[in-house]
């Protein structure tokens, strides 16, 4: 049905992290302004939410306890678990992988082509190996291009248990329970299934209604059942068969969307100084944490700039999230979390253009921090 697949194209970006904003690496039209990401937020209080910290200090707080859906920033968790049980020697980080094992769980069209591109680029990198990769650059990969199918790769090899526990070991009382958040946009479709006896217009209308009274622990559940259907989709039969080109649409999207995990600026600019410190893990995690998180750091730039510097963000086409650490020469630190939501397509799209110099003079100028501080007290 046409009608639809015009639909998937508009909701690609679903759950994608807009990798490429830390310092520069996106060309725009235009000179970027950071004021204008500013404005955004002093107009739309109700609609974001902002921590700056400097050397673990809050200095801004804008906001700062607003729960709100985190989209791919959630990935952290995963990095730290995946950090933890590298360092326990639980998982070989230089267990190879093929390729094929890991796009079970790849959903085409709903990745903003993370995963073709992350493929493209460990080719061209020459890090597959007879149809392989390694889990280190399955991790990586989950970061730098925010693929989801390497994420949920990730949930099957560390466990859904034991990345939720990290939530108790950093004394986030606030976040939300983590799910396979890419699997369950399959959830419409299994419920179509129970619905035979109807129009393909009625089945889409019941399941829009259903998910929408669906409590969260059941849409978990389902999730859930979804991920261990792809596990077992050895010959793709199983994701065929849900024909989701012929169903998913925008107000599809923007359910997934709002059933997002949700948590605080605050708590993410707390995790971030933890990891800025370097007192959170293991001497042992911590290196297995910075090798996956700082892919900022192979530019020869932020090198002369930093030791360290740490990045992950998440957009839906209806979220753009921020958070970001960085250590300087002088060992100063600056962390800053900032979360949106509800936005319309071109305030997408003009904070998408101006949040990278945004984060730069955050990150560089004082001056312009003390700026953000003065406008949105």
């Not at 020697?89 to 230089?94: A, R």
Request: proline share 2%; glycine share 6%; hydrophobic share 35%.
């Amino acid at each position: 049905m046409k009608k639809y697949l015009k639909k998937i194209i508009i909701a690609i970006v679903g759950l994608i992290a807009l990798s490429g904003i830390a310092l520069g690496i996106y060309d725009y039209q235009g000179r970027p302004d950071a004021d204008s990401i500013l404005i955004f937020l002093k107009e739309n209080p109700e609609r974001a939410s902002l921590t700056i910290q400097e050397n673990g200090n809050p200095v801004i707080e804008y906001y700062e306890d607003r729960s709100m859906p985190l989209a791919s920033v959630v990935k952290i968790l995963v990095a730290l678990e995946y950090a933890n049980q590298a360092a326990e020697q639980k998982i070989n980080t230089d267990q190879m992988v093929e390729l094929k094992e890991i796009n079970r769980f790849y959903i085409p069209k709903l990745d903003g082509d993370a995963q073709p591109q992350w493929e493209a680029y460990m080719k061209e990198q020459n890090k597959v190996e007879s149809g392989a990769v390694s889990l280190k650059e399955i991790a990586k990969g989950m970061i730098d291009f925010s693929s989801n199918a390497n994420m949920e790769y990730l949930i099957e090899v560390l466990g859904l248990d034991e990345i939720n526990n990290n939530t108790k070991k950093l004394k986030l009382t606030g976040h939300e329970e983590i799910y396979p958040f890419y699997s369950c946009l399959l959830i419409p479709g299994s419920l179509m299934k129970d619905y035979k006896e109807l129009t393909q217009d009625e089945q889409i209308a019941k399941a829009k209604s259903e998910l929408k009274i669906m409590s969260q622990e059941e849409f978990n559940l389902r999730a859930m059942k979804e991920h261990n259907k792809l596990k077992e989709d050895v010959d793709g039969s199983y994701l065929k068969s849900i024909q989701l080109e012929q169903w998913y649409d925008i107000e599809f999207d923007k359910i997934n969307s709002d059933r997002l995990v949700a948590a605080t600026t605050r708590e993410y600019g707390e995790i971030l100084t933890k990891i800025n410190k370097g007192d959170f893990l293991s001497k042992e995690a911590d290196f297995y944490f910075r090798e996956v998180m700082e892919g900022p750091m192979d530019s020869g730039e932020n090198k002369k700039l930093f030791k360290h510097m740490g990045f992950k963000g998440g957009s839906t086409n209806y979220i753009l999230n921020t958070v970001m650490y960085t250590l300087d020469k002088e060992d100063y630190a600056v962390e800053i979390a900032l979360f949106t939501n509800e936005l319309a397509a071109d305030e997408f799209k003009k904070l998408s253009k101006n949040m990278n110099e945004f984060l730069y003079q955050v990150i560089t100028n004082k001056e312009f921090r003390q700026k953000v501080r003065d406008t949105l007290q």
